[in-house]
């Protein structure tokens, strides 16, 4: 078929295949270029006419519709031509492009955007070639995807309860409250609402009450109480995030020792493992700051004072607190609130402090473990490299720095001990333990042996045995090898504990039976049963030497 019958055809075809006029078909669909930017040559516009003809011939759609039409004109039938399509008579063979515009005449070029673009939305030609994007052409448009709406999956305050969930829980308040009269729950008959309801140890039920009677009437409505714990979404949060709202002050993101002090003070006037010192305040005092210096030490792992939520998540405090709530011996919720390990701390605390001043001086902790410790680490401690104090007296140690000491001291397996001698042995706090830095302070562990009569360990031997227990993964003693190291407290006794490094020598068979019978136990909770026990024993005036650390009476009580 040649060019010219081909034009005569394509409109007619057109035109029956769409059942509407060709007109309607979306030129951009067919990328047409910008004939304004042609030039005004007749061979030109010929040569674009029969590109564009090119491009609609290659449809599938245009194909198969001209084949159909040779068909038609082969077996001599007439070609269907719409009503006025021309000035003739329908099947006349006259090309039909007149009849395409109502006036007959050529029509005129579409005014073109500033930006002279065929496919800008203000062109005629776009918005004519969506009136036909619905039509079965094959040049309709795709249709635009169907926006789906996401349901929200965040909520940084928790999730919103569920309804049956509301409901018990408003029948239960409901219940509570009415059993008062006119609905008023004074501090006294508080408790029940804080363990049934809002899920939380016991003791916390001052704080809590504290909370919401901001006017100090000495009562909570329950109209109080929901706009409270209700309306601030606090029934489908975690329990660590409720005991981080309900402990701290409005103004904070954090907490602070002052923070839990409301809370151990009612602990210590309710538990029935405490009610011995209710007549010693002062011990009462020491005991809240004990427990709270431990939490800090285990929980605030940034170390600046300020416990945060996310380190709140990550302890195992929560657990403790609940524990201590359920349990009337004191002594086995190990964590934290042991009245024994307070004990042990307190009495160590108390026998270096020779002046009884409530401070402890270099001299007074080089006779700690039996002068188990030597001259160089106990300076590099009062230097305040690995913490410092917070003491008011300069050059002496306090109560609660004491107890970090302690704490890292007899349970070296734990981070925050790693962390602290880590800090004391790295000389020029590079993070990096270098095998100057270990013989820097094993001379005097040498020179302590000859003085003893003991078989001195050259260091080169030394060096490789700890090379050996650690395993460096770049060649160079870094704190996360300690960390994922089991023997990594060895390796600071080496370094500057001779007790502990002959002890470890020597492979004592009775250690080793007391950790194989109670892995749960760490090196803290051996070291204070067995101070306890010797401690107690002194107590009542028997020799703590007389095999003490092998018995272990449980219905032994905390002595007054």
Not at 132 to 154: M, R, T
Not at 312 to 319: D, E, Q, V
Not at 472 to 483: A, I, N, S, Y
Request: net charge negative.
């Amino acid at each position: 078929m040649s060019v010219s019958a081909m034009d005569a055809a394509m409109p007619t075809a057109a035109a029956a295949s769409s059942g509407v006029e060709v007109g309607a078909l979306d030129p951009d669909l067919l990328q047409l270029p910008d004939l304004a930017s042609l030039p005004c040559k007749p061979l030109s516009v010929r040569m674009r006419l029969e590109d564009l003809f090119s491009q609609w011939l290659s449809l599938p759609e245009t194909q198969r519709l001209v084949f159909s039409l040779l068909e038609d004109a082969k077996a001599g039938l007439a070609l269907p031509v719409p009503a006025g399509a021309g000035n003739g008579t329908p099947g006349s063979p006259v090309s039909l492009l007149p009849g395409m515009f109502p006036s007959g005449s050529t029509p005129p070029l579409s005014p073109r955007s500033s930006s002279s673009s065929p496919h800008s939305p203000k062109s005629p030609m776009r918005r004519l070639g969506s009136g036909a994007s619905s039509l079965g052409s094959p040049l309709k448009k795709a249709s635009e995807p169907v926006k789906e709406i996401i349901p929200q999956f965040y909520f940084p305050n928790g999730p919103p309860p569920s309804r049956e969930v509301s409901e018990e829980c408003m029948t239960r308040i409901d219940q509570l409250f009415s059993a008062h009269p006119e609905g008023l729950l004074p501090l006294s008959a508080f408790v029940p609402v804080t363990r049934e309801i809002c899920k939380l140890p016991s003791f916390f039920s001052s704080c809590l009450f504290r909370k919401i009677d901001v006017n100090n009437r000495g009562f909570v409505t329950r109209d109080e109480f929901i706009s409270y714990w209700l309306k601030e979404n606090m029934l489908t949060t975690d329990n660590a995030t409720r005991v981080f709202s309900v402990l701290k002050q409005a103004d904070k993101t954090y907490l602070t020792q002052d923070d839990f002090r409301p809370i151990l003070r009612e602990l210590l006037m309710t538990h029935r493992g405490l009610e011995f010192l209710h007549d010693t305040p002062e011990f009462q005092e020491r005991y809240a700051e004990t427990v709270i210096y431990r939490i800090f030490y285990h929980v605030n792992r940034s170390g600046n004072g300020r416990l945060q939520l996310r380190e709140l998540k990550r302890s195992n405090l929560i657990a403790a607190l609940q524990q201590v709530d359920e349990e009337e011996d004191i002594n086995k919720v190990l964590k934290y609130f042991s009245y024994e390990h307070f004990y042990v701390i307190y009495c160590k605390f108390w026998e270096l402090d020779s002046d009884h001043d409530f401070f402890i001086d270099k001299d007074d902790l080089i006779r700690y473990g039996n002068h188990a410790l030597t001259y160089r680490i106990v300076e590099r401690i009062f230097s305040q490299v690995p913490r410092k104090f917070t003491s008011t007296v300069e050059g002496k140690m306090g109560y609660e720095d004491f107890v970090w000491f302690i704490l890292s001291e007899e349970d070296k397996s734990s981070e925050p001990s790693l962390e602290y001698w880590f800090k004391c042995v790295d000389l020029d706090c590079d993070g990096v333990i270098t095998p100057n830095e270990m013989q820097y302070f094993y001379e005097e562990q040498l020179h302590r042996m000859e003085c003893m009569a003991q078989e001195p360990v050259l260091f080169e031997d030394i060096v490789c045995q700890m090379a050996d227990m650690i395993c460096p993964k770049q060649g160079q003693v870094k704190l996360h090898d300690l960390k994922r190291c089991k023997l990594s407290g060895n390796f600071f006794n080496i370094l500057f504990n001779l007790n502990k490094f002959v002890a470890f020598e020597t492979r004592d068979p009775f250690l080793i039976r007391q950790e194989r019978e109670d892995p749960s136990l760490t090196e803290w909770d051996r070291f204070a049963r067995q101070e306890y026990i010797r401690l107690s024993m002194e107590e009542d005036g028997e020799d703590a030497s007389n095999g003490s650390a092998e018995v272990w009476d449980d219905s032994l009580e905390a002595p007054y």
